[in-house]
């Protein structure tokens, strides 16, 4: 195995920081906060979120940048998202199909269960 040439320095990774505060009434709800996140990064940087996931994670990597030690450092944000339409799919889907807890996600959707 070839010895580093010091040309790539070491770094260190340190432990993850798992924030919860951002997942409102949970999956499937939007907050406010997403909200604005959703607006800010479809405005500004032509970035689309959806409400459940990344706009909420936006959220909160929002506030992290206005809150020391966060904002003296450099933030990696990885934005996995994946903009692939699946509408045709989806579309042969029946949402009935799925567990029950899961219909009221589809109420506004479809029709009244």
């Known amino acids: 195995m070839k010895k580093n040439s010091g040309l ?7 432990k993850p920081i798992l ?3 951002y997942f409102g009434e ?4 939007p907050t406010p906060e997403g909200e604005h996140a959703l607006l800010e990064f479809r405005n ?3 970035i689309n979120l959806e409400p459940v996931y ?3 994670t936006c959220a909160a990597l929002l506030d ?4 020391k030690p966060f904002s003296e450092k450099p933030i990696l944000y990885w934005h996995t998202f994946n903009s692939v339409d699946l509408s045709k799919e989806a579309a042969t889907i029946e949402f009935r199909d799925l567990p029950p807890e899961l219909h ?3 109420k506004d ?3 009244v269960l």
Do not use: H, S, V
């Open 8 to 14: 790539i320095p070491e770094i260190e990774i340190p």
């Open 19 to 21: 924030i919860d505060d």
């Open 26 to 29: 949970g999956y499937g709800f």
């Open 44 to 46: 500004k940087e032509n």
């Open 54 to 56: 990344t706009a909420k």
């Open 64 to 67: 992290m940048l206005n809150q």
């Open 104 to 106: 009221w996600c589809f």
């Open 109 to 111: 959707n479809q029709q």
